[in-house]
């Protein structure tokens, strides 16, 4: 029963590099992840994979039963393996991750944590500090982000952390090309629309540029009431919206036909979508925050503005054009080849050893010559 976004994927790209790699693993999922009432989207299943199931994957937890997370917890400390790794994203899962591992460190496991976030975007004092007591019950971090690698030594200097960002997310098809390229240049905005993500910005960028020969699509489920989204871009003809979820048929057709991928988030980590990008060999106009001055090379692989800033957005969409877009595709499919899933399974391997170090970057990049950005918010205190 797959689930629907960037790290239902991930755990299905990464489970199959494992498996190439000859390590043998095995995944337990969750038969009810989100309840309906907390879901802020349409659903959380992906309804074109339906019946899919991954290989040596288990659905056994119901966010909502303990009786699963006990059930579930004791039959993964009973195989006794090397190590058992938790994604930690969201502070829904705490009460749930507390108790499965809990009763696996009771049985000497050792356990590894994939940090996608550190704390919720936005999060109160109470969720910093819960995350906080949940992450500390790991032996070991694989983090995306070098601002997560600074924020997780300081926490806990002598625990192991390895760093490598989002591989690239290969499973996507190939475009039908079904989508011409319109006016002097296409952008996309794609993913979940939430606050952080900073779509307003954009917004407020693309109209003080009043140009009707610059394109945006916005292709995302919104998670809310989007009737002042629809109604604050009613009369601007430039603008597309399509706010639904949509399938890698059809989502390939809209990064095809993108110049640049656009994320203006206020906050960040990794991101999925700057890994769907670089798939299609898009270069990518972001915010300087988090995660992505990991990956993206400024005047390369993208354009790095800062975060919140409407005016700077706009001054980096005027500069840029669709000679500047091929350019830096050319940098992007030479740039990708140096981080995959077969290099994030060695970094992830490497946390077994209870003596491994703290990792190093898995791809080339300079931290020295990375926009110097402001905390992301990703702090673990409180």
């Not at 790991?138 to 390895?162: F, G, M, N, T």
């Not at 990794?270 to 090379?297: E, Q, R």
């Amino acid at each position: 029963m797959p689930y629907r976004g960037g790290i239902a994927h991930y755990n299905s790209m990464l489970m199959r590099a494992l498996t190439a790699a000859g390590i043998t693993a095995r995944l337990y999922s969750f038969k009810r992840q989100y309840p309906s009432w907390l879901y802020p989207g349409q659903s959380d299943r992906d309804s074109s994979l339906e019946g899919h199931r991954e290989q040596n994957t288990e659905y056994l937890i119901d966010s909502l039963n303990p009786l699963t997370w006990l059930a579930t917890a004791r039959k993964i400390a009973n195989e006794q393996p090397d190590l058992v790794v938790f994604h930690w994203w969201t502070i829904f899962w705490a009460p749930c991750f507390f108790v499965m591992m809990s009763v696996i460190r009771r049985r000497g496991i050792r356990i590894a944590m994939i940090c996608h976030n550190l704390v919720d975007h936005d999060a109160s004092a109470w969720k910093r500090f819960v995350s906080s007591v949940l992450l500390g019950r790991a032996d070991a971090y694989l983090v995306h982000s070098s601002q997560h690698v600074e924020a997780l030594c300081k926490r806990w200097p002598r625990k192991p952390i390895v760093h490598h960002p989002i591989p690239i997310y290969s499973h996507y098809p190939e475009p039908k090309g079904s989508l011409p390229p319109r006016g002097r240049l296409e952008l996309l905005f794609f993913g979940f629309i939430r606050p952080y993500k900073g779509l307003d910005v954009l917004l407020d960028a693309v109209a003080a540029l009043g140009r009707d020969d610059i394109y945006l699509t916005v292709v995302g489920e919104y998670w809310g009431d989007s009737t002042q989204l629809r109604t604050s871009v009613a009369n601007a003809p430039n603008i597309e919206l399509h706010l639904r979820y949509m399938d890698d048929v059809e989502a390939a057709e809209y990064f095809a036909r993108a110049d640049f991928v656009v994320l203006p988030y206020r906050s960040a980590t990794g991101s999925a979508v700057a890994s769907v990008a670089f798939h299609y060999d898009k270069p990518i106009i972001a915010s300087a925050t988090g995660g992505l001055i990991d990956v993206i090379i400024d005047g390369q692989t993208g354009v790095l503005v800062p975060a919140g800033d409407a005016s700077a957005l706009a001054a980096a969409i005027a500069s840029v054009d669709r000679t500047s877009a091929l350019a830096m595709s050319a940098h992007i499919t030479t740039f990708k080849q140096s981080f995959n899933w077969a290099s994030l399974c060695k970094q992830l391997m490497s946390l077994v050893d209870p003596t491994t170090s703290l990792g190093k970057p898995a791809i080339p990049y300079d931290s020295n010559e990375a926009p110097t950005t402001t905390h992301d918010g990703s702090s673990l205190e409180p």
